[in-house]
């Protein structure tokens, strides 16, 4: 016999009425599911780490998920699943929970639009503050033999890959294959000198297991002039770190500190006497709800603190105070970009910017880094959006205060230089860095270190002019710093600029990384691999034996007979630290 159906719903203005069915203990249910719920709210803060902050999006995702979870935590209890005379039950306890996620995409929405390019064009704009009366030729020091040996040499991958290299020392005091380096390389101004400076991280995460409670052991300088390298041990070591976990992780720690501030990525920086630092810019949204990024500040970490020992200082301290000199990165390179390019877009207003783009410009595809004023600047070209190869000119950006100033320069876009350079050197394949920006003689003038791509390692250098970058006798390359310089500062007199800089004076002496006075280890063995590359107008010899896999390197200058081997021949070499990729070598020594 077919069971007997009844319909407990109620007909309301023809349509039928849900008849409320609460389950079981539906008060006890409820109190579990909103202790679950702030369990959870708990737990999602720990991971996602909003910023209790109504200009964060990160934050309205994380009320919408607490208050979805009350829904999902509700039917678990009432057991919805398997009893679906419950939904009804479910649906009622929804509402409360709906509303408020509706309120949240209601309030989201409005915000995006009050804050959106189409209507604040004009405060985007004015976001940064661009000096435009400028020279180039007056205001940018002219390079000269001491200012000229200390320029820059290496790229980030190029820095990168000599980071390693400082960490055979860690061998020597037990700390073997438990770290690597950070991939996070940042340039400051280190007395008097331009540096990339990286902290550690562990080498996996059985390696964090064993090394969490004694830390992070110093971190690792590279001179970006001199193309070494340096490991720096501290006397305590780095506890708060990115490269940690649970309370550890610096992004935590931070959040707890401070639950209401929106920050950037954090940079690892150091003070004139080598004292490590996390230094993490506060963002603020300046236009609108969501719009208009910018800085407002910046919390200071002391890295080698193992309570994670913090203060705060608004922008204004950060300009003025002569005891924050020595920071260098506060504002993020990609967040000037984007706020110069907006005020390159939207100075005739939204329509124009895509309509007729009358004075519309541009930044180009990447940047770099001057020194100058005992601070960094970071530069990049800027072109019309209707141009792709030539620049109007350049802007330069302190990186500290935010001051900017616009040279107006012609010539060939940084990608354009590269190529030339490029094209210097075809038969041998090697890369172009990034240019940097010199002023030779008064002329804007690229710099790039020319690379060979299959190991990162500097093997010439180019000088472009920047005006005059598609014309071969205004440029020049060379394996020696000095000799290239001799022959573009003829191109340059040849078209009757005279250049007030002796080539002969610029020296450049790789400075050796402090090593440990201990010595003795050695490898025997055939050579199966000879590389070689120019730095600092120093020849190195790379030698690969058939018994190692990493390269042992060694300068001709220290062993004059490594000229002359040949693969195959059986050599001996000593050498103090190992475990590295390239180590150095102390001695090669034919057998």
């Not at 306890?93 to 189409?118: D, N, Q």
């Not at 390179?333 to 390159?344: E, P, R």
């Not at 940097?436 to 690229?446: A, F, R, S």
């Amino acid at each position: 016999m077919d069971p007997i159906k009844v319909d407990f719903s109620k007909k309301d203005g023809g349509r039928k009425k849900e008849i409320v069915i609460p389950p079981e203990k539906s008060a006890l249910k409820i109190v579990f599911s909103i202790i679950c719920t702030l369990v959870f709210a708990v737990v999602a803060f720990y991971v996602m780490l909003p910023a209790i902050n109504l200009k964060a999006y990160d934050f309205y995702i994380y009320v919408g998920m607490i208050a979805a979870s009350y829904v999902v935590f509700n039917g678990l209890f009432a057991n919805v699943l398997a009893k679906p005379e419950y939904v009804p039950y479910v649906k009622k306890r929804a509402i409360v929970p709906g509303i408020i996620i509706g309120i949240l995409i209601v309030t989201v929405g409005i915000g995006y639009l009050v804050s959106s390019e189409f209507f604040r064009a004009e405060s985007y704009s004015n976001i940064i503050d661009v000096r435009t009366d400028s020279d180039f030729s007056k205001e940018i020091p002219e390079e000269d033999a001491e200012s000229f040996s200390a320029i820059p040499k290496l790229d980030e991958d190029a820095a990168a890959q000599l980071a390693t290299r400082a960490l055979g020392v860690l061998e020597e005091k037990g700390y073997v294959s438990q770290f690597t380096v950070y991939p996070q390389y940042t340039q400051i101004n280190y007395k008097d000198t331009p540096v990339r400076v990286a902290p550690l991280q562990y080498a996996s995460i059985i390696k964090w297991f064993t090394n969490t409670k004694n830390g992070f052991p110093g971190y690792v300088i590279i001179d970006m002039a001199n193309e070494s390298t340096e490991f720096v041990e501290l006397e305590n070591s780095i506890k708060i770190s990115p490269a940690e976990h649970f309370n550890k992780l610096l992004k935590r720690h931070l959040r707890f500190e401070y639950p209401t501030y929106m920050f950037a990525e954090a940079t690892f920086e150091i003070d004139d006497e080598g004292n490590p630092y996390w230094i993490c810019a506060r963002l603020d949204k300046t236009i609108g709800l969501f719009g208009g990024t910018d800085v407002i500040g910046a919390v200071v970490v002391k890295a080698d603190s193992d309570e994670g020992e913090s203060a705060y200082y608004t922008i204004d301290e950060i300009k003025n105070d002569e005891n924050l000199q020595w920071l260098d990165r506060i504002y993020d390179s990609d967040l000037i970009v984007q706020q110069y390019n907006y005020y390159g877009k939207y100075q005739n207003g939204f329509w124009n910017s895509i309509l007729g783009q009358k004075g519309v410009i541009t930044t180009t595809a990447n940047y770099n880094y001057l020194a100058k004023d005992d601070d960094v600047w970071m530069y990049t070209g800027v072109t019309s959006v209707t141009s792709d190869q030539s620049i109007t000119g350049f802007v330069l950006v302190n990186q500290r205060t935010k001051e900017a100033v616009y040279y107006r320069v012609t010539g060939g876009t940084e990608y354009s230089a590269q190529q030339a350079a490029e094209g210097r050197v075809k038969d041998l394949g090697y890369s172009a860095t990034f240019p940097l920006l010199l002023n030779i003689g008064g002329e804007p003038t690229y710099f790039m270190s020319l690379k060979d791509p299959t190991n990162n390692i500097v093997q010439q250098y180019a000088l472009i002019n920047v005006a005059q970058y598609n014309n071969n006798k205004m440029g020049a390359t060379g394996t020696d710093l000095s000799k290239c310089l001799a022959s573009y500062i003829s191109a340059l007199e040849d078209s009757g600029i005279k250049v007030d800089i002796n080539p002969d004076d610029v020296i450049v002496e790789p400075v050796k990384p402090t090593r440990p006075e201990e010595t003795g280890l050695v490898a025997k063995g055939g050579i199966a691999d000879i590389r070689t590359a120019v730095m600092g107008g120093e020849s190195y010899y790379y030698i690969k034996l058939d018994t190692q896999d990493a390269y042992f390197s060694i300068a001709a200058s220290n062993e004059e007979s490594v000229v002359i081997l040949n693969v195959g021949d059986a050599v001996t070499v000593t050498y103090t630290a190992s475990g590295t990729d390239i180590i150095e070598a102390d001695s090669i020594v034919k057998n």
